[in-house]
């Protein structure tokens, strides 16, 4: 009798957890397909933590800075087998905002930063919830700088 209780309970918390980790999946999988307004919602530190989820399931390796006295760094990331180190800047503001050129431009001086301080490339990514203005486009693709605005980050997400 005692055995064949124990083989219930068993069975039964078996059963509790299956249902338990197909539930959090479901919450991570949804989490991970915020639509452009729900990105809008997220805090600041929760925007950052969003990209550095989207970045991690792209497969790259990703360091999430302290949220402050990150010296302009949100995120560290690195491909693969790849030697290139991405810096990433993180600007959560709302869609009456558009990122502007002095905020690449910052980017930029802290990709210098940091490639004085390693032997390895650096590159800069900045990433919005909204979109960039000319001027900041012009820029980054002089300066090398990579820009993802919220659409594409929710493609990214996909």
Same mark, same amino acid.
């Given at each position: 009798m005692l055995d064949a209780v124990l083989l219930l309970v068993s069975l039964?918390?078996? @059963?509790?957890?299956t249902l338990i980790l197909q539930w959090h999946g479901q919450r991570q999988r949804l989490h991970f397909r915020l639509a452009l307004a729900d990105l809008m919602r997220l805090s600041p530190a929760g925007f950052e933590e969003y990209v550095a989820h989207v970045f991690a399931r792209l497969d790259?390796? *990703?360091?999430? #800075?302290?949220?402050?006295?990150?010296?302009g760094i949100d995120l560290l990331v690195r491909q693969p087998h790849s030697k290139t180190l991405s810096v990433i800047? @993180?600007?959560?503001?709302?869609?009456?905002? !558009? /990122?502007? &050129?002095? !905020? *690449?431009? &910052?980017l930029r001086? *802290? *990709?210098?930063? /940091?490639?004085?301080?390693t032997t390895a490339p650096v590159a800069g990514v900045l990433v919005?919830? #909204?979109?960039?203005t000319r001027g900041a486009r012009?820029?980054?693709a002089r300066n090398h700088i990579t820009l993802i605005d919220g659409r594409r980050l929710v493609k990214m997400a996909r």
């Amino acid at each position: 009798m005692l055995d064949a209780v124990l083989l219930l309970v068993s069975l039964a918390a078996a @059963c509790a957890i299956t249902l338990i980790l197909q539930w959090h999946g479901q919450r991570q999988r949804l989490h991970f397909r915020l639509a452009l307004a729900d990105l809008m919602r997220l805090s600041p530190a929760g925007f950052e933590e969003y990209v550095a989820h989207v970045f991690a399931r792209l497969d790259y390796k *990703v360091i999430n #800075t302290p949220d402050n006295k990150d010296g302009g760094i949100d995120l560290l990331v690195r491909q693969p087998h790849s030697k290139t180190l991405s810096v990433i800047q @993180c600007k959560r503001y709302d869609s009456r905002n !558009t /990122v502007g &050129e002095a !905020t *690449v431009r &910052e980017l930029r001086g *802290v *990709v210098a930063d /940091v490639q004085q301080r390693t032997t390895a490339p650096v590159a800069g990514v900045l990433v919005t919830t #909204t979109t960039f203005t000319r001027g900041a486009r012009r820029w980054a693709a002089r300066n090398h700088i990579t820009l993802i605005d919220g659409r594409r980050l929710v493609k990214m997400a996909r």
